[in-house]
């Protein structure tokens, strides 16, 4: 079928490209913050909370937000103090590094307005919500995707170093939906009318975004997790892995920034399934009927669910919890792609030919 | 837990394995391993052909993979929904569910009224904890840390020896609450479903464009129909409403032949002796009765023709072809032209309708496009005998095993083609059918606000956050003198949700400016 030609649809699809190439160019600026920087850390940018009192902080309290600083074999345990501005003393190197990760910080943000603009154009284009296709879809959730990272800065900045790691999956996510996925902007069909449709959608991709978010953050979890208990036995050398983590924040950060991302998303994905039920009940005339995006949908919700549970689940917490929640980042990809296109349904609405 | 306590060692070895049981059965473990099993148990209803949903392509796939689809057949893979195991997974966390919300109920009631633990003896155990001091005497800041706490927080003042006091304060019971919520809505929301699929039928059926093509609500009228279980024992009495006619069913399509909107007015009785009303179904707004709702799911073409049949009569028949390219709309279907039983002079016509035909280049026709424009309507013609013996019929197909082919035509709206033994067909034009879809489910309302609860009790559960602080309020002597206070803080976070570090030094920065400062508090307090 023709698309929606003209030049509108061809300024969204140049402000993507141009959002790609910008988001890989601060990549390539994190990771060499990651490579270069001694620790990654970046207390200098964001000041902590007002005016803390430590004079009894206890040395036993778990490192929560604390970065382990400590040089390799240390109990973590001493990060928790590590809330002073970065040492001064330890060299141009690792100055040039937070400047370097600063500028990948704030290319990041030039990228995201590109990203809006090129989805807002698009919108403009179809004159509909921008997300009924595989492409649009994929593109919203790389959105997200961002805008998470960079909410989770607001919070916990010492995780910036590691944006190159979010904006990878991203770039990749991105490059699949402008090639293999890309399809013309197009009005809607009927059944794809409805305002439940829209914020079902919507809310599909701001949470599937998100839970990419948390699933990195989950295997940057494994690799630390794997790091610490390198260096707790002694004599044991760091393997390729173990070298990895050595820059990473503390586990216990990343667990808990994974958990926050997941408790933040399942509620929404939630009120996603229920607005997508509300939609099928007007157009296809059940709320339910198992096909297999909405199996497959269920399979999602209900991983994340046993995740939400395992963290409160002794002998489940931590590393078997971090599989878990892979495993239900594993189903919202296989949701997305194999019953997308390899698997018929209902939902057959790819826009792949 | 009460009961266990009750009569120890007194229980007969049996109740002690239901017990056990039971207590595993309610253990957040099996929870969780019966989560799982729910995720693994649902992934085949999405990869193999369900029977529910395509009975049609899972016949193939069961003949086409032998005696592996005959196994998946008997296992029950075909109907994973509908299956027994599935069912099992599910009642099993059914009742592990209600087996952890009771307990769980009567310790969070009890907890609702408890007054919040007394202060542990070394504050500075705790996750976070602090000292400063104050220039007020005890009491004095006690009253002003309560003020700065606020309503949020459940305090209460304890004294301890010396004129120590402490003060517990504890927040963040509705993240329990909420949990709770969400649990009972979440079984609230398993039994409605249960109950809405008992009662629930669905039937659906063709109605062309035109007048004396109505019907009413009762099971025969459908094609198909899909009872609930006690919807299928005559437990539940369909609404009697009648759709009368569609008055006329509209697509509209944009210039580059993409839908944008497909609509079927309709005119209808809510009840068998209300006056009739006309009224627009389209595609995502059903027309919503009392206790039914009518969907319009799928729209196609009945062509026209008229017939002169071997015996001399002329029939006239609009008959609906069944959509076989949904993008094209192509349509195939068969129209059955019965004449005296015996006699070999049945007229049976299979054919096809491409609304908008183009040829593919060795004669064959297909269609390019939904909307229609000089259609073309193809013919195969059979004479004999239609083979009608009381069984029903696929009305959209042609059983010639009776029968020998007069010949083959493709028409254009009024052409005629000619065969053997003065049998013509004429093409006389087409009407538009709309598939219409009549659905009760008497639970989904109740189940829409079950979900809402659900929702609720999450955000609760997950935003809320559960804290405890304690605060040490001790006075310092030098030399005797009352001279300031030492307060101690310490708290604890109950839910690791949130940031508690940054929480609690904010919370620190506020109770130190409720505190007058340390000057010497001679002459202040008491000579
Ligand atoms: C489909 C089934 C279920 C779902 C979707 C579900 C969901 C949840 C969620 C989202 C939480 C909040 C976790 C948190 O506070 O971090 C939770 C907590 C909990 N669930 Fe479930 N649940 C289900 C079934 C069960 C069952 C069958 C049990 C008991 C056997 C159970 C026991 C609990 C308990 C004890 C908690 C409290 C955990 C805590 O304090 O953090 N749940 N559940």
């Known amino acids: 079928m023709a698309g929606i030609e003209g030049s509108m649809a061809h300024l969204s699809d140049s402000l993507f490209t141009t959002a790609i190439a910008i988001y890989s160019v601060a990549m390539v600026g994190f990771v060499a913050e990651y490579s270069f920087g001694r620790r990654g850390r970046i207390a200098a940018t964001v000041p902590t909370a007002p005016a803390p009192v430590r004079e009894l902080v206890g040395a036993g309290g778990p490192p929560l937000e604390g970065f382990a600083s400590a040089p390799a074999g240390a109990d973590a345990d001493v990060a928790v103090a590590d809330d002073s501005p970065p040492a001064t003393g330890s060299g141009g190197r690792r100055d040039m590094a937070d400047r370097i990760g600063w500028w990948s910080f704030a290319i990041t943000i030039v990228g995201l307005l590109f990203h809006i603009a090129s989805i807002a154009v698009r919108a403009i284009a179809v004159d509909a919500v921008p997300w009924s296709n595989m492409y649009e879809f994929a593109s919203v959730a790389g959105l997200v995707g961002v805008i998470a990272f960079v909410a989770l800065l607001w919070r916990v900045p010492q995780i910036r170093h590691l944006g190159g790691f979010i904006l990878l999956p991203v770039i990749l996510l991105m490059f699949l939906a402008g090639t293999v996925l890309y399809s013309k902007a197009q009005p809607l069909v009927p059944a794809l009318q409805s305002y439940w449709l829209a914020i079902h959608v919507t809310l599909v991709s701001i949470a599937e975004g998100a839970l990419m978010t948390s699933a990195v953050l989950t295997v940057l979890f494994l690799v630390r997790t794997h790091y610490e208990t390198v260096t707790k036995t002694p004599g044991r050398p760091l393997g390729r892995l173990a070298t990895f983590g050595e820059k990473l924040p503390a586990a216990a950060t990343l667990d808990k920034v994974a958990y926050r991302v997941v408790a933040f998303s399942f509620p929404l994905y939630t009120v996603a399934i229920i607005c997508g039920a509300i939609w099928a009940e007007a157009a296809w005339g059940r709320y339910w009927g198992w096909d297999p995006k909405e199996t497959w949908a269920f399979i999602v919700w209900v991983i994340y669910a046993a995740y939400l549970h395992a963290r409160a689940t002794a002998g489940w917490k931590g590393r078997t919890a971090a599989w878990v929640n892979l495993a239900g980042f594993g189903a919202i990809m296989f949701n997305f792609l194999v019953v997308n296109i390899v698997i018929s349904g209902l939902h057959s609405y790819a826009g792949l030919s | ?527």
């Not at chain 2, 197909?397 to 028409?411: C, E, I």
């Open chain 2, 1 to 527: 837990m009460s009961a266990s306590g009750r009569l120890p060692g007194v229980l007969s070895p049996g109740w002690r394995v239901v017990r056990r049981g039971w207590r595993t059965l309610t253990s957040m473990r099996t929870a969780l391993i019966l989560l799982f099993l729910l995720a693994v148990a649902a992934v085949p209803g999405s990869i193999l052909p369900q029977r529910p949903l395509n009975s049609d392509k899972t016949t193939s796939y069961i003949a086409s993979h032998g005696a592996w689809g005959r196994l998946l057949d008997h296992l029950g893979m075909f109907d994973v929904f509908g299956s027994a195991w599935f069912a099992a997974i599910y009642l099993l966390l059914f009742v592990s569910l209600i087996g952890c919300l009771i307990p769980r109920i009567r310790l969070h009631a009890r907890a609702s009224v408890r007054k919040p633990l007394p202060a542990p003896r070394n504050l500075d155990r705790l996750p976070e904890s602090a000292t400063f001091e104050a220039g007020d005497d005890p009491q004095h800041y006690a009253t002003s840390a309560r003020a700065t706490l606020g309503r949020r927080w459940r305090v209460v003042q304890r004294e301890e020896p010396d004129g120590v006091l402490t003060l517990s304060a504890e927040k963040g019971y509705s993240r329990e609450t909420g949990n709770l919520i969400f649990h009972i809505a979440l079984l609230v929301s398993l039994v409605l479903i249960a109950v809405g699929r008992l009662y629930s039928y669905q039937g659906s059926r063709i109605v062309i464009q035109g007048a004396d093509q109505g019907f009413c609500n009762t099971v025969s009228a459908y094609d198909s129909w899909r009872p609930g279980r006690f919807a299928a024992e005559g437990k539940v009495s369909p609404a009697p409403f009648c759709i009368d006619q569609l008055s006329s069913f509209t697509a509209t399509y944009t210039s580059s032949g993409e839908p944008t909107q497909f609509a079927a007015d309709v005119l209808f009785r809510p009840t068998l002796d209300a006056p009739a009303v006309s009224k627009r179904i389209t595609v995502n707004h059903p027309l919503r009765l009392e206790g039914d709702r009518v969907y319009l799911i799928g729209h196609g073409f009945a062509p026209q023709i008229t017939v002169h049949m071997p015996d001399g009569t002329t029939r006239t028949d609009t008959t609906a072809f069944l959509p076989q390219v949904a993008s094209t709309l192509l349509s195939e279907g068969a129209f059955k032209e019965a004449s005296v039983p015996g006699a070999k002079q049945d007229i049976g016509i299979s054919g096809f309708f491409a609304p908008t035909p183009a040829d593919t280049g060795d004669g064959v026709i297909t269609s390019v496009s939904p909307q229609v424009n000089h259609p073309i309507l193809g013919i195969f013609v059979y004479q004999g005998d239609l083979n009608y013996n009381g069984l029903p019929q696929n009305v959209y197909s042609l059983d010639t095993s009776k029968m020998s082919q007069l010949g083959a035509a493709n028409l254009e709206i009024g052409q005629t083609a000619k065969f053997a033994h003065g049998v013509s067909v004429t093409f006389d034009g087409w009407v538009p059918f709309a598939s219409i879809q009549v659905s009760h489910d008497p639970t989904q309302g109740y189940l829409l606000w079950s979900a809402l609860a659900m929702v609720l009790g999450l955000l609760c559960s997950l935003g809320i956050r559960r804290r405890r602080v304690w605060l040490r309020i001790t006075p310092s002597r030098e030399g005797g003198q009352p001279s300031h206070t030492v307060v101690a803080v310490g708290g604890l976070a109950r839910s690791d949700s949130g940031n508690f570090r940054t929480e609690f030094e904010a919370l620190l920065t506020r109770l130190r400016r409720a505190a007058t400062p340390n000057k010497p508090l001679v002459g202040a307090g008491r000579e």
